[in-house]
């Protein structure tokens, strides 16, 4: 093989810019603790992979000196932006700076043709939105009583006043942190991501969304209701691990794995081959 003309193809230039900003982009959410958001930006980025490689024989890689030159000033004016992070800089990021490596790859002329990625490069700011809709409901309180429901439906004798939740020998107060709202925007997204893999009518997806709020919400609710019961039982070690990231993010990996087997349950196992993967609409 001559390397050397392999190198010369734009094509490769494109993923190693690509691959560069992705990798600039979760290491900067890494270094800013924010794990909630590295989840969703990972999972975001391999679906615009994803959908990239499905496609890649279609692209039109012909750009213009002007479309190279405002796409490598958005790319530029990202790299700098983000050299001091925000949450709003890190979410900006994937839009601008997707946004200027296809103005690189294709022009203006060929915007439209990458809809879908560009759409799913704003769902980090979409569901910052949604983030900020949710706040606005009195989530700790329906969360507190969901769990005080399960605590009682399994046979504890469980008193709830508001957002705390008693037990005989100790009682826990539901905090917003624990309201489930990340588990539900992390449910979001995961049904928004398999609407652009699995091509499915619009009266499944909203049915989607609304199972895997549900299950967002519900299986919050039951770390809660443990969290109860480790209190109630003075095991105050047990406690700090399933309130800490490693526990909740086994309960995320729980959320994900019910929605999952319901998706494949519902709309993967009988796709025809015509309808698999990357002809979501």
Excluded at 150 to 163: E, M, P, T
Excluded at 196 to 225: D, E, P, Y
Aim: glycine share 6%; with cysteine.
């Amino acid at each position: 093989m001559d390397w050397t003309k392999s190198f010369q193809k734009i094509e490769y230039w494109l993923v190693a810019l690509s691959g560069g900003l992705v990798l600039l982009h979760l290491t900067l959410i890494d270094k800013s603790q924010n794990e909630n958001l590295f989840s969703l930006a990972a999972l975001t980025w391999l679906t615009i992979g994803s959908l990239i490689w499905d496609r890649r024989k279609k692209l039109n890689l012909e750009s213009d000196t002007a479309s190279t030159f405002v796409g490598m000033a958005l790319v530029v004016l990202m790299i700098i932006r983000n050299l001091t992070t925000t949450d709003s800089s890190l979410r900006l990021f994937p839009l601008i700076a997707g946004v200027g490596v296809i103005l690189i790859a294709s022009g203006f002329k060929s915007l439209k043709s990458y809809g879908k990625e560009i759409i799913l490069l704003s769902l980090l700011l979409f569901l910052r939105l949604v983030t900020i809709v949710l706040n606005a409901f009195d989530l700790p309180l329906l969360t507190a009583k969901a769990s005080a429901f399960l605590l009682w439906f399994v046979g504890f004798d469980v008193v709830r006043q508001g957002v705390i939740i008693a037990l005989p020998t100790g009682r826990v107060e539901v905090y917003g942190a624990c309201s489930g709202v990340e588990s539900i925007v992390l449910m979001l997204c995961i049904a928004i991501l398999f609407f652009f893999l699995i091509a499915i009518n619009h009266w499944q997806k909203a049915i989607c969304i609304a199972i895997a709020v549900v299950i967002g919400f519900m299986v919050n609710a039951m770390r809660v209701a443990l969290l109860a019961f480790f209190v109630d039982v003075q095991q105050p070690k047990a406690f700090e691990y399933w309130h800490s990231s490693d526990g909740s993010l086994l309960f995320a990996i729980i959320s994900v794995f019910i929605f999952g087997l319901y998706c494949w349950i519902v709309h993967v196992r009988n796709l025809a081959p015509s309808s698999a993967i990357g002809k979501g609409k």
